[in-house]
């Protein structure tokens, strides 16, 4: 017994590195958190610690390591995230998400450039660089401001009125301060004194924030309203340019537009290219619409693609354009921030052949003009929230500007037609492109900010979406919905009282004050490490 107990072989198993499998459940953890924070997930509060193992898989790293873990947690979480752009475009959706990850690897690099063990200091500098990245992310290459990481907030009223201040970029600033507090208290297993005073100063600093948006919440909105109905078509993809389908289209819009004038709005709005043709070209069209707003004897707005010549060639705007009832297309706003690859080829001027490798895209000119509509409302659609002010008169005006499909993650866009005068903001999308998922609630997160922003009212119609009304604080007021509560790939109207508020936010007159800082902060960080970095001491 004993010789074969001598001569067996032992076979062991072997275990999993813990320098593989580690920093694999940190990016694994801070992915999921970060993609739980957000539609349809819906769990803001994992926003508040999704960061924490992420820095502390950055703690032990190399400058290579990091710069690769990092990028892994941002392929995942926009991978999960984004996944709806499968509906769209395959090759698209990896190819975007590969370069959205590159973000979140710059932001890892940095972080290890920061060094560690993590100071007080770095309550600053690392929400500082997570800011201008996601500033950085929002304008290169024409710009993608989706999923930041304030948004995941939307739900949270009282924290998200800071952002009339600061921009979306304050509460993103914040989450990141707070997670950065959380990861010290880890890093050398117990919190130290420093740490402690680090959590106590974030502590400080969201209490502050909740305090005023506490303070604010309350406050009245105003004493005008102005009432909105939205439409919402719910037209399938494949119908929409459907020369047979075209009567159908109209038939329904008319239908439900005169369902929603029998409740007495100032403005009946329809979604993006809602008309099948080109108004104001198509003279039996344009007449349909014409007739049907002089029918309803209420203003149309209705979203049309506009034939143009630009370049020397013909190209499409994608328009607003509003129908009087006295049968006028009295004004017209062309958008101004196309999407790249599906509504023009970049570079194509340069590279005209790229469009034949790509599948069909459209062609399309932008707007040169901030348009800001005018209608003139009488005594009942202009609402009094106060009946001790006093009534406006019968020609009172409403202005309000139009942002079209994903116009709305642009802050400064929004903010310059709020500048020129505009008292709400209407978004007509299109949202059925990405089937019934979260990305119409992600997209109506942006409208949610905009509106905290600027302090003014925000009507969205989709034409499959989130269409609905939100208010200047970024209450969710009114909805279209089926008798069941579904929102999505459902026809209908909604009409609600839209609060035109009393004035404006830091935010509408400074713009992204706050990001710049961060921005400032971050190079000047950076410039010094480079001057005053440690180098290699020489031998003797």
Known sequence: MGEVADSAEVVVKPRPSPHVSRPLLLALGSAALLVFSFPNFNQPWCAWVALVPWLLLLRNCPARAAFWWSYFIGALFFVASMWWLIHVTLVGWIILCAYLALYFALFGLLVRYFHFPLSTFHLLVIPAAWVSLEVLRSHLLSGLGWNLLAYSQTPWLALIQFADSTG??????????????IARFFEHGTPTSDALRGGAVAMACVLVAVGYGTWRLPQPAGAQTARVAIVQGNI???????????????????????????????????????????????????????????????????????????DARVTLRNSAILVDPEGMLSQRYDKLHLVPFGEFVPFERNLPWLRNLLPPIGDFSPGREYTVFTIAVRNAEFGMRNSNSELPTPNSELRFSTLICFEDIFPELARRFV??????????????????????????????????????????????????????????????RDPGGRELFIEGTTTCDLPLGTGGSLYRRWGDWFAGLCLILTLTWLGLHLVFRERPSKSV
């Not at 993809?237 to 389908?245: C, G, H, L, V, Y």
């Open 236 to 310: 399938p993809q494949e119908e929409k340019w459907d020369e047979a389908r075209r009567v159908d289209i109209l038939t329904r819009y008319a239908a439900l537009s005169e369902a929603a004038a029998a409740t007495e709005p100032s403005l009946i709005v329809w979604p993006e290219t809602s008309v099948p043709g080109y108004l104001g070209i198509d003279e039996t069209l344009t007449q349909q619409v014409i007739a049907l707003a002089r029918r309803v004897e209420r203003p149309l707005l209705v979203g049309a693609p506009i034939p143009t010549i630009a």
């Open 419 to 480: 500048q020129r005068g505009a008292q709400f903001l209407l978004v007509i999308t299109n949202d059925a492109w990405f089937g019934p998922t979260a990305a119409a609630y992600q997209h109506a997160q942006a409208s949610t900010f905009r509106a905290v922003e600027l302090r003014v009212p925000v009507a969205r119609a989709a034409n499959t979406g989130w269409s609905g009304c939100i208010d200047a604080a970024g209450r969710w007021i009114s909805s279209v």
């Open 168 to 181: 979306a970029w304050g509460i993103s600033f914040l989450i990141v301060l707070v997670n950065v507090a």
